[in-house]
C-alpha cells in the first residue's frame, strides 16, 4: 500500500518529527505525572509506525496482521472502545482500514489494479440469489432487519477480501510467505489447543489484561459436550470451528514440508492434527478423511507410502491427548447407532441432523428459487427472536435462505476452483503441481465440512476459506498464462 504518493521524499522528515513529536509528549507526561503508563504504549506504538511505515503498510505486511489477528484475537470474544451502533471488533477495523487502503490504491497506484477472479460468475449468482431472496421475503427481512444487514456486510466484506488478494497478491514468494503465516500460526494455535485440552486453561480467555485497548465482549462458547467432556476451542468461536480451521491449514503444511525440503514443517502437520483431533469434534475427523482422498486422488503413489505411519500416528494421540481415540470412537459409534442418534429429538430445536432433513426440505419446497431470506434464520438463544431451527448443515441453510439460485452459486464458488486445481495437479509433478493438491485438499475439506456444521456462522474458518479461494485465483490464473505467481 502506496499512500505517500508524489511527495514520499518528504518520508523521512516527517518520521523524524513524529518521533521528535512523540518523545517530547512522553517527556512531558514523566513530568506533569499525566499517567505515564497508560500513553507510553501508545507513544511507543506511534514511534515504531512513523519509523516503519512504509514496510508496516506494505500489502504483505497488512494480510500477514489480518491472518494473525482473525488467527489470535477471538472473533465476538474481544471488542474495541467506542460507541457505536455494532461492536468495534479488531478484525473489522482492520478488514475496512485495508479495504479503504485498496480502493485508495486502485485509483491512484498503477502497480495496484483490479484482476479477474474466474470466481465471478458464481459470486453474480450468489449475489443475486442475497438480493432476490430479500425482494420476495419483505416482511420476513423487516422483522430481522439487523441480522440481514450483518450478514450481507459479512458476505461483501469476504467477497472484497477476495478480490483483495488476487489484487495484491502477484508472486509465488508472495503466495509462500502468506502460507507459512497461516501454517505457523495454526500450528501455534493448536498448540495452545493441545494444552487447553490437558489442562482446561484457554489463554485467549485472558488477553484482555495483556493486549491493549481489548475489552471483553458478550460472548461465551457453546460446548456442545453432547457427552465428550471437555473440548477445545481456543480463538474460535466453538470446539468444531476450530478442528475445522486446523484441518484446513494441514494440506498446506504438507505442501510446505514438500517446497522446503525441510523436516521442521512436519512439526507443524503433526501439531495442526493433534489440534484438531483435540476438538473432539466429528466433523473435524470427516475433513480429515476428505484431505486424505484428495491426496490419494491426486497423488496416490507418494500418499501410499505414508500408511505405514498411521499406527504410530494414533499412538502419538493416545500419548499426547490420551482419551482422545476413545471419545471419537464413541462419538461416531454411540449406542443404539449413529444415524438413530441423529434422529433423535425430533420436534425440538436442537434435534439430530437427520431428523432436520425432513422438515427443512418441507421449508424449501414452500419457496424454492431464492428461499426466504438471506441471514434470516435466527438461531442464537441469546437472541429474542430466536425460533429456527437450528442446522448443523450448511448447505442446508444456504437452500433455505436463497433457495436453489444460491446453492447453485455456492457450489459453483468452490467447486469450479476444486475441479482447476485437480486438473493443474494432474498434469504438473513439480512443487507447483503439489502447491495444486494443497489447495484442493483444503477447499475440498472446507465444502465437505459444511455438510456436518454451520460454517457460516463461524467467521474465523470462513476468513480462511475467502483467504484459500482468493490465492487459489492467483496461482490457477498463474497456471493459465505467464503470470509471475508460477514462478
Known amino acids: 500500500m502506496r499512500l505517500v504518493g508524489a511527495g514520499e521524499e518528504r518520508g523521512p522528515y516527517i518520521s523524524s518529527a513524529v518521533v521528535l513529536g512523540a518523545l517530547a509528549l ?97 459470486i453474480v449468482l450468489i449475489m443475486a440469489a442475497v438480493l432476490g431472496s430479500i425482494v420476495a421475503n419483505g416482511g420476513r427481512v423487516a422483522a430481522r432487519e439487523p441480522e440481514v444487514v450483518k450478514g450481507v456486510t459479512f458476505f461483501l466484506s469476504f467477497v472484497l477480501l477476495l478480490f483483495l488478494i488476487v489484487s495484491v497478491v ?6 509462500d510467505r502468506l502460507l507459512r503465516v497461516l501454517v505457523v500460526g495454526g500450528a501455534v ?9 490437558r489442562t482446561q486453561y484457554n489463554a485467549f480467555d485472558h488477553l484482555a489484561g495483556v493486549v491493549p485497548l481489548l475489552h471483553s465482549g458478550d460472548f461465551s462458547v457453546a460446548s456442545a459436550d453432547e457427552g465428550r467432556g471437555a473440548r477445545a476451542y481456543a480463538s474460535a468461536q466453538h470446539p468444531i ?65 505414508f500408511w505405514p505411519l498411521l499406527v504410530p500416528a494414533l499412538l502419538a494421540v493416545h500419548l499426547v491427548i490420551p482419551g482422545t481415540l476413545g471419545t471419537l470412537k464413541e462419538s461416531f459409534f454411540p449406542a443404539g447407532g449413529l444415524i438413530a442418534e441423529q434422529s433423535s429429538n425430533p420436534g425440538t430445536r436442537g434435534q439430530g441432523r437427520v431428523a432436520d432433513l425432513g422438515p427443512s426440505l418441507r421449508e424449501f419446497a414452500a419457496t424454492p428459487l431464492v428461499g426466504q431470506g438471506f441471514s434470516t434464520r435466527i438461531v442464537d438463544r441469546k437472541h429474542s427472536r430466536a425460533s429456527d431451527q437450528i442446522l448443523d448443515d450448511q448447505w442446508l441453510g444456504i437452500l433455505l435462505e436463497t433457495g436453489i439460485v444460491g446453492f447453485v452459486g455456492w457450489l459453483m464458488l468452490l467447486l469450479r476452483p476444486i475441479r482447476r486445481l485437480g486438473r493443474a495437479a494432474k498434469e504438473d509433478d513439480s512443487d507447483q503441481g503439489w502447491l495444486y493438491v494443497a489447495f484442493a485438499a483444503s477447499l475440498t475439506s472446507y465444502v465437505v465440512g459444511m455438510l456436518t456444521f454451520d460454517a457460516f456462522a463461524f467467521i474465523q474458518v470462513t476468513f480462511f476459506a475467502f483467504i484459500l479461494l482468493g490465492i487459489t485465483a492467483v496461482v490457477v490464473r498463474g497456471a493459465r498464462s505467464a503470470n509471475p505467481a508460477t514462478t
Do not use: H, N
Not at 502477484?170 to 503466495?175: C, D, G, L, N, W
Not at 491449514?249 to 514443517?265: C, D, E, F, N, T
Not at 512436519?266 to 475427523?285: D, F, K, N, P, Q
Open 189 to 197: 494455535l493448536a498448540s495452545l489447543a493441545i494444552v487447553e485440552s
Open 26 to 122: 512522553l517527556t512531558l507526561t514523566v513530568l506533569t505525572g499525566t499517567r505515564p503508563l497508560e500513553t507510553a504504549p501508545v507513544i511507543a506504538l506511534t514511534i515504531v509506525f512513523a519509523l516503519a511505515y512504509r514496510t508496516l503498510l506494505s500489502w504483505d505486511s497488512l494480510l500477514t496482521l489480518l491472518v494473525v489477528v482473525i488467527l489470535f484475537i477471538p472473533i465476538q470474544r474481544y471488542v474495541l472502545p467506542g460507541s457505536l451502533p455494532f461492536e468495534l471488533e479488531p478484525y473489522r477495523l482492520l478488514v475496512a482500514f485495508i479495504v479503504a487502503g485498496w480502493t485508495a490504491s486502485l485509483l491512484v497506484d498503477p502497480t495496484v489494479r483490479l484482476r479477474r477472479t474466474g470466481l465471478e460468475l458464481p
Open 170 to 175: 502477484r508472486t509465488r514468494a508472495q503466495v
Open 241 to 305: 470451528a476450530l478442528g475445522a480451521a486446523l484441518v484446513m491449514l494441514i494440506p498446506l503444511a504438507i505442501y510446505l514440508v514438500r517446497r522446503s525440503a525441510r523436516g521442521y514443517w512436519w512439526i507443524a502437520v503433526g501439531l495442526l492434527c493433534l489440534g484438531a483431533l483435540a476438538t473432539l469434534s466429528r466433523t473435524s475427523v470427516i475433513m480429515l478423511v476428505a484431505v486424505a482422498g484428495v491426496f490419494f486422488w491426486l497423488r496416490r503413489r507418494e500418499t501410499r507410502r
